[in-house]
């Protein structure tokens, strides 16, 4: 995809989290197409074009797939998901959004250095689900953060106390793909590796691990995270470690809501993760419809 359209996605994407934020408090009524598209100051035909060219569905049927009975759908089959990802295990190569991801945790030595030798490049960027800077290693990536309504200067200064005795390059050529890797979470067939760099405890790490089991369009909850990994009383302690999440989306803690159906909150905003998702699960549904055209055409 061409940084310009990112470009176009993003400045939707500001519409669309405004639009979102008033569905989320409408949602039990249901708000006509009207009636969003005046709670942003636009015409029926203006925000209908604008919301389709940002998710490729009406925001009828984006609101679908918001509903809590939806929820509910999907969490309720995650439990052929989670037999799978028992049967797979947790370390080693993993699958996310259809790459095959590696997952390299810093060790305890390193962590105490805090970054001292790693050299870490980075770059703001625009995306669909709104601005944000990426950070990379060598060994993979380490970072990516959505900017929200803080500054860069100050995005960059938290990323920089992260990793405090590292040193920084600016290089948005360098941290470009990353964006298309977020991006390339329905496409079929793709063999890229995507290597992770991750800071974290133990624990931390081996709940971002399990995360990446959870299927692209599919949703579980923070208890089902925790049986994932063995400690099925930790749901609060798994609640903690996906809020520190370095790498949100390509680690999709979007993916993981409350047992009674309920989105819950999210460190990158609320409306954030409800777009997150909805894009998500509108991308896999129409990706799965054309697999199984293409499947009735042969």
Known sequence: MEMQEYQQLSQDY???????????????????????????????????????RWVGISP??????LTKEQAKHLLAQSNDLLSASYSAGLSGPGRLHDLFVTCEAVTPGE???????????FGI??????????????????????????SRESAISNLKKRWPAAKFIEEP?????????????FHRGSATPVRLYLRGTNFQIKVWEALLQI???????YQDVAMLIGMPKASQAVGNAISH???????????????????GNYRWGANRKMAILGWEMAKYDL?????????EAA
């Open 125 to 150: 960027h625009p995306s669909p689900f709104g601005e944000c800077l990426v950070a990379c290693t060598r060994r993979g990536i380490n970072n990516l953060v959505f900017i929200n309504h803080q």
């Open 245 to 263: 999440n370095p790498i949100p989306v390509l680690i999709p803690c979007h993916r993981v809501i409350r047992k009674n159906g309920e989105f």
């Open 60 to 65: 009828k049927r984006f609101l679908q797939y």
């Open 111 to 121: 962590y105490k250095l805090a970054g001292e030798g790693v050299e870490i490049t």
């Open 14 to 52: 500001a519409r669309i989290e405004q639009a979102i934020g008033f569905i989320r408090s409408h949602l039990i009524e249901q708000p006509t197409l009207s009636e969003m598209a005046q709670s942003v100051n636009l015409s029926e035909y203006h925000f209908q074009r604008i919301f389709s």
């Open 215 to 221: 299927e692209p369009g599919s949703l579980v909850s």
């Open 287 to 295: 990706a799965h419809q054309d697999s199984k055209r293409l499947l």
């Open 173 to 185: 050529s360098q941290t470009a793909p990353v964006i298309d890797e977020m991006m390339n979470i």
